[in-house]
């Protein structure tokens, strides 16, 4: 069983900056790419960033030139640094792991409000 822990949400207001942190508890040479998603209140969970372990990185379109991903490899750990945030980037973000062996694990979700 994989453990994440997120942390690094909170309340922040429009045009501010927020780093999340995930770290997982297995080893990142079992690791193949790390990411974040977030969801809204009735709305389907989304991409929001993802990055392999070769270092390629894939963003939601809404995001490009405000988030940046970054990982720790050594610590298996997961950064999203949110800067310029908007009333629209109000979500629970949640943090994925995906194994070579294993498939997907998920964290508990950190809720980011971002007021206006």
């Known amino acids: 069983q994989v453990q994440l822990v997120e942390s690094g949400g909170g309340l922040v207001q429009a045009g501010g900056s927020l780093r999340l942190s995930c770290t997982a508890s297995?080893?990142?040479?079992?690791?193949?790419?790390m990411g974040w998603y977030r969801q809204c209140p009735g709305k389907q969970r989304e991409l929001v960033a993802t990055?392999?372990?070769?270092?390629?990185?894939t963003y939601a379109n809404s995001v490009v030139g405000r988030f940046t991903i970054s990982r720790d490899n050594a610590k298996s750990t997961v950064f999203l640094q949110m800067n310029s945030v908007k009333p629209e980037d109000t979500a629970v973000y949640y943090c994925?792991?995906?194994?070579?062996?294993?498939?997907?694990?998920w964290g508990q979700g950190t809720q980011v409000t971002v007021s206006s």
């Open positions: 994925k792991v995906t194994r070579y062996v294993g498939g997907d694990s």
């Open positions: 990055m392999t372990n070769g270092g390629s990185t």
């Open positions: 297995i080893s990142r040479f079992s690791i193949s790419s």
